[in-house]
């Protein structure tokens, strides 16, 4: 009997160590998704309905810093008012106790904080702050802002107007933000001014009115900060520019020319250096002038990495020295989407050559959007039929785009959160 035991017993742990392993890297992921008007969640590989209604969601959900909360936002189906053109209720999500808590019944383009569960939003041109059970006015006038890396203070900016002379100038400001929220008594005193941007910009032969800055992003080291200035709101679907100031306003520069069209700068994970695809042109203009560039700071060294006849519609870091692009050969633009170029993935390795495609979706289907998954070694994206399809697949695969498998099947607006 004793020898029986123990061979069960030394069978369990020659399995376990297997099991373990099979199972371990993706519990290390977790989603949260809209579809059909619900939000969704996937944990250790299980999809969840979070929401009994379905709503107009705006925005995609948001993970916060310690992965327990869900922030979403959507239309209500009544509004508060009459008056109201627009209304967007923000909520928060527990996924631990599976409570939902309303933070405000009228806001918008809300953001965690990066060191603790507080949401920051606006409501109309005021700034707010929500510890989840209560919410503060921080300041007034402020267009788009994002947090510092500290969660101590926010970068914002107040757009320009126009006067009987001409256009205002935008201008920057550093919003420092009490500790103790209870002890905010002005919205004035916590803003100092923190860098005026010109009104007309230029870049080589280009020339930008500076209407809005927006989409902050800080560097690895907290020393830079990356943002878009636009001109008028229609002016904007065709140009706009990267631009950089160092975080204590003292430098100033315009990167290149892009559109909102093909996504927001990102930076690389430790070092200095942010990618951009730049060119302007909305795609219904061509699929065109869209070619992947990577600055290094404060050096202003600039690299283009797309070959000639090819454009780019997207991207994501794989580490500091490589990143992927959703490439499409150019083309000009057809009303027929049968005959509008599919992207593919593709791999590139910062002075290397050589650049290789890693993905070939089938016909008439394109890659786009890719997300990697530094925890876990995974290429995601979403691959569907045309660039203006709504009916869209999260696809996951490993690094060199093998063992790619469908992940999470028609899927609207999507955040993960990678444990560490």
Not at 49 to 76: A, C, H, N, V
Not at 194 to 223: C, H, M, R, V
Not at 243 to 258: A, H, N, R, Y
Request: hydrophobic letters at 35%; one cysteine or more; charged letters at 25%.
């Amino acid at each position: 009997m004793m020898k029986k035991q123990l061979a069960l017993f030394l069978m369990c742990l020659l399995l376990l160590p297997a099991y373990t392993k099979a199972e371990t890297p993706m519990d290390k992921v977790k989603v949260a998704f809209v579809r059909d008007g619900f939000l969704w969640t996937k944990i250790n590989g299980k999809e969840e309905k979070i929401t009994k209604e379905p709503y107009k969601m705006m925005d995609p959900p948001q993970w916060s810093r310690d992965g327990k909360w869900i922030l979403y936002q959507f239309e209500p189906k009544e509004k508060i008012s009459p008056n109201l053109e627009s209304q967007t209720e923000i909520w928060v999500y527990n996924t631990e106790t599976k409570q939902h808590k309303r933070i405000t019944y009228d806001g918008s383009n809300p953001k965690w904080s990066p060191v603790e569960n507080i949401v920051a939003f606006k409501s109309g041109g005021v700034l707010n702050v929500s510890n989840l059970d209560h919410f503060y006015n921080i300041a007034l006038g402020v267009g788009d802002y994002n947090w510092f890396p500290n969660g101590q203070a926010f970068i914002t900016s107040s757009g320009a107007t126009l006067r009987p002379d001409g256009w205002t100038n935008p201008v920057l400001y550093k919003i420092r933000l009490e500790k103790d929220l209870d002890k905010i008594k002005s919205l004035t005193e916590n803003v100092e001014k923190f860098y005026t941007i010109p009104s007309e910009l230029k870049k080589g032969n280009i020339s930008l009115l500076s209407i809005d800055a927006t989409g902050f992003k800080f560097s690895p080291d907290g020393k830079w900060i990356s943002f878009m200035v636009s001109p008028t709101a229609s002016w904007s679907m065709d140009s706009n520019f990267v631009c950089v100031v160092s975080s204590d306003g003292k430098t100033f520069e315009v990167l290149d020319e892009i559109i909102w069209e093909v996504g927001a700068p990102k930076w690389a994970y430790q070092q200095n250096r942010i990618g951009y695809i730049a060119g302007g042109g909305r795609i219904v203009s061509g699929f065109k002038n869209k070619d992947m560039k990577v600055t290094d700071l404060p050096a202003f060294q600039t690299i283009s990495l797309t070959p000639a006849h090819f454009a780019e519609l997207g991207f994501t870091w794989k580490d500091d020295q490589s990143l992927f692009v959703s490439r499409v050969r150019e083309s000009e633009w057809s009303n027929n989407e049968k005959l509008r170029p599919d992207p593919s993935l593709v791999y590139i390795k910062i002075g290397d050559q050589k650049q290789t495609q890693i993905t070939h979706p089938p016909k008439e289907y394109g890659d786009y959007n890719p997300i990697f998954l530094v925890s876990v070694n995974k290429l995601t994206w979403l691959r569907y039929k045309d660039i203006a399809d709504l009916k869209r697949d999260l696809w996951i695969a490993d690094a060199n785009g093998k063992n790619s498998k469908l992940w999470i099947k028609d899927v609207d607006g999507y955040d993960f959160f990678e444990m560490k």
